[in-house]
């Protein structure tokens, strides 16, 4: 017998009226140059420090509200008890041209993180999900196929409306993107655990 253990929950569902109701906030915040820096080589509201970035700002609420709801019922579909956490959300928007990407990373002192894509022009770069597991680093074995078991990563393809959340811990990365026309913006976020 086969047991599989260890799994990794990644959400993904379509939010396009949530994204549509907030490109204009967040480009309003990307043209902001007291909130807005360009950082990593693309720009972003990521340095701004209020509490919780720009998440305390009246016209996120809609946004910070929808993804605490989804957070909850996430951590309850993957087994937590979500009645007993109070959450300290963090939120930024990024906007990404040609060239632009982001290495590998993750997001310590976070429980759930994630993104929803709000404008995605052509050649728009995808999100990349790696395998955590430290072995992946040492060890390559021949495949016959990707499965749930031996796959090293996944590639999210950006959809304007796509939200996608997964829990702090897992490396992630944006390769080069190659969108010229227009900005691939995302509103981003990190979600703590409230102690005290």
Do not use: C
């Not at 994204?19 to 915040?29: G, H, I, Q, R, T």
């Not at 509490?51 to 579909?77: H, M, Q, V």
């Not at 995808?126 to 499965?147: A, G, H, N, Y």
């Amino acid at each position: 017998m086969i047991q599989y253990i260890f799994p990794t929950a990644i959400l993904s569902e379509m939010q396009l009226i949530l994204a549509n109701s907030m490109l204009p906030v967040a480009k309003k915040y990307l043209e902001d140059t007291s909130i807005s820096k360009t950082k990593w080589g693309y720009t972003t509201s990521y340095g701004y420090r209020n509490p919780g970035g720009i998440a305390d700002s009246p016209d996120i609420k809609p946004f910070k509200d929808a993804i605490e709801k989804i957070g909850r019922k996430y951590l309850k579909d993957i087994g937590y008890n979500d009645k007993e956490l109070t959450f300290d959300t963090f939120i930024f928007v990024s906007e990404m041209f040609d060239g632009a990407s982001h290495d590998e990373h993750t997001h310590p002192g976070s429980i759930l993180s994630g993104l929803l894509y709000l404008q995605v022009p052509a050649n728009s770069a995808p999100l990349i999900i790696t395998d955590p597991r430290p072995f992946r680093q040492f060890v390559s074995l021949p495949k016959l196929e990707d499965t749930q078991t031996n796959i090293n990563e996944i590639t999210i393809t950006p959809k304007a409306g796509l939200l996608v959340m997964w829990e702090s811990w897992l490396p992630h990365l944006v390769p080069k993107s190659r969108n010229t026309d227009e900005g691939r913006i995302t509103m981003v976020f990190n979600i703590a655990r409230k102690l005290a």
